[in-house]
């Protein structure tokens, strides 16, 4: 019999490759391989409603646990691959066992990047279940909150905090939030919106250390910090890659088949790093993207590549977060733009960024704008020609473009 | 446990007990239903776990929330009266027996 596929990583790449390969009718062994204790579940809620404890933990697996056997996906949970030998399709688990590969799926993710500080031993991470049950834990008896880093998790993490009462301050090291992902209108509009709600927001703010109960800064003032939670940024999970031999920029590196240096093997997901037609050309166009979306449907685009025929990785990026009551939908990449459109008015808290480069459309940012998000979205899958004048006029229907 | 009955639009129908007060759409994604997407999980966010819901139902849904009305506007496959988004549907004693069709795309 076929070795089939051998999928590593069971977070929501590797689950979605396994059900999207029996989906299109592959019928060989399918294997997936996880090193966490946890069936595949989503991490989006761990910190917003789970956090908040508004949501339970059962319900955050991705599959009904009984859906893996009734498609006769083997789950292999708690184990790590610790070897890929590729010329011989066979991967080696820490326990010493050797498993072969007809085509094999990385879909490794990625891990937080540690603070490296003084006294960084007492901040807290979340990525994993077990991490957000420790965070809960540790909330649950504190007063006051510092979050280091401020993009979307630590952004939402403040959110939740605040929503559970605490006193929450906001450190980033960068003059304006979230800047790596947003343009500086939605920095400004989301610093707004955490200082209503009474959040401390501190930018271009260096920490000297974390002490026991507070947070001491470069400039030798302090905050009181019973939990310091840290969100500065996630590494791809690349090394089992590179031992192999695979080729390995910032992730595994893949062609626009999802394919690695060895045509035996994909990447998918946070781990990989991926020619991107919606990213910025100069910046040499190719992306690894942290977001349910892209893990999703490159998981479906491989499955389409073993079982079925081979299409390239088109999909526009689109990415969600949620804070208070906005609702921030990103569609496209917005890095490199040189024009910016807003419809409705951000004064309101109902607004839609358009960014342009040289006159074309790349992006668009929605704040409580879900059918701009859609119609922005559909522009561009479809590579048609939205130009800054129909995207400011309100009378202009999207939908017609 | 409710039973929530989920039709294809090829016709083909399944029959789930959806633990209560998850989701219609929990219910189909977590037993591998084909036709509900679900990209966002549940948050309202992504409008691919669209379904029309059997008229012999609809009374006793819950009123459509103003982030469902405005979502409803951007389904693939364009909204009826009976379309809602299954993520924000609980699986309710009331609607035990509830029948839901799913459309033929969800992106
Ligand atoms: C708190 C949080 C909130 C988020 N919120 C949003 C959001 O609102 N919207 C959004 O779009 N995205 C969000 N994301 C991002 C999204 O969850 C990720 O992009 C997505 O989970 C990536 O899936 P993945 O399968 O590529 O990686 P992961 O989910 O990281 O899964 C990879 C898995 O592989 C395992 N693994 C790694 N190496 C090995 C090995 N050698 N052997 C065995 N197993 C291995 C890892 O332990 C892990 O379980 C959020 C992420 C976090 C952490
Ligand atoms: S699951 Fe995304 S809107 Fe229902």
């Known amino acids: 019999m076929s070795a089939g596929v051998v999928i590593i990583g069971g977070g929501q790449a590797g689950a979605e490759a396994a059900s999207a390969l029996r989906a299109q009718g592959y019928e060989k062994p399918i294997l997936l391989i996880g090193d966490e204790n946890q069936a595949p579940y989503q991490r989006p809620p761990l910190s917003k409603a789970y956090l908040m404890g508004t949501l339970d933990a059962e319900r955050l697996p991705l599959r009904a646990e009984s859906l893996y056997d009734k498609q006769h996906i083997e789950l292999l949970l708690g184990q790590t691959v610790v070897d890929i030998a590729a010329p011989l399709q066979r991967i080696r688990l820490r326990s010493g066992s050797v498993l072969p590969y007809e085509h094999l799926i990385l879909a490794t993710g990625a891990r937080n990047r540690l603070l490296q500080i003084k006294g960084s031993e007492r901040a807290l991470y979340l990525r994993t279940l077990p991490d957000a049950d420790t965070i809960r834990e540790r909330l649950a008896s504190a007063t006051s909150v510092a979050v280091i880093g401020g993009g979307f998790i630590g952004l939402e993490i403040a959110a939740a905090a605040r929503k559970l009462g605490k006193q929450v301050c906001v450190i980033e090291a960068a003059p304006r939030l979230m800047a790596r992902a947003v343009s500086p209108l939605l920095s400004d509009f989301f610093r707004d919106a955490h200082e209503k709600e009474g959040v401390e927001i501190l930018l271009a703010t260096g920490i000297e250390e974390i002490e026991d109960a507070a947070i001491r800064f470069t400039d030798g003032s302090r905050r009181a910090a019973e939990v310091v939670l840290a969100g500065i940024g996630v590494v791809p999970n690349v090394e089992l890659a590179r031992a192999a031999g695979l080729a390995v920029g910032n992730g595994i590196a893949v062609d626009e088949f999802l394919i690695t240096s060895d045509p035996n093997i994909f990447a998918i997901g946070d781990c990989a790093e991926f020619p991107c037609v919606f990213a910025n050309a100069r910046a040499g166009g190719r992306v690894r993207l942290e977001s349910v979306q892209n893990a999703v449907d490159q998981a479906k685009c491989v499955a389409r590549g073993i079982e079925g025929t081979p299409e390239p990785y088109r999909d526009p990026p689109w990415f969600w977060t949620d804070q208070y009551n906005y609702r921030f939908q990103m569609a496209g990449l917005s890095n490199g733009h040189d024009e910016t459109i807003v419809r409705g008015d951000a004064a309101s808290g109902k607004f839609t960024a358009f960014y342009f480069k040289d006159k074309r459309f790349i992006a668009a940012d929605s704040v409580n704008r879900f059918a701009d998000h859609i119609a922005a979205r559909k522009i561009l899958g479809s590579g048609t020609k939205l130009t800054p004048e129909q995207a400011g006029d309100e009378a202009f229907d999207l939908k017609r473009v | ?107």
């Open chain 2, 1 to 107: 446990m409710p039973k929530v009955t989920y039709i294809a639009h090829t016709g083909e129908s399944q029959t789930i007990d959806v633990p209560a007060g998850y989701s219609v759409m929990e219910g189909a994604v977590r037993n591998g239903v084909d036709g509900i997407v679900a990209e966002c999980g549940g948050a309202c966010m992504c409008a691919t776990c669209h379904v029309f819901v059997d008229e012999a139902f609809l009374a006793k849904l819950p009123p459509i929330g103003e982030e469902q009305e405005e979502m409803l506007n951007a389904t693939a496959v364009a909204r009826r009266p009976n379309s809602r988004l299954s993520c924000q549907i609980p699986a309710i004693a009331a609607l035990d027996g509830l029948i839901v069709r799913m459309p033929e795309r969800q992106t």
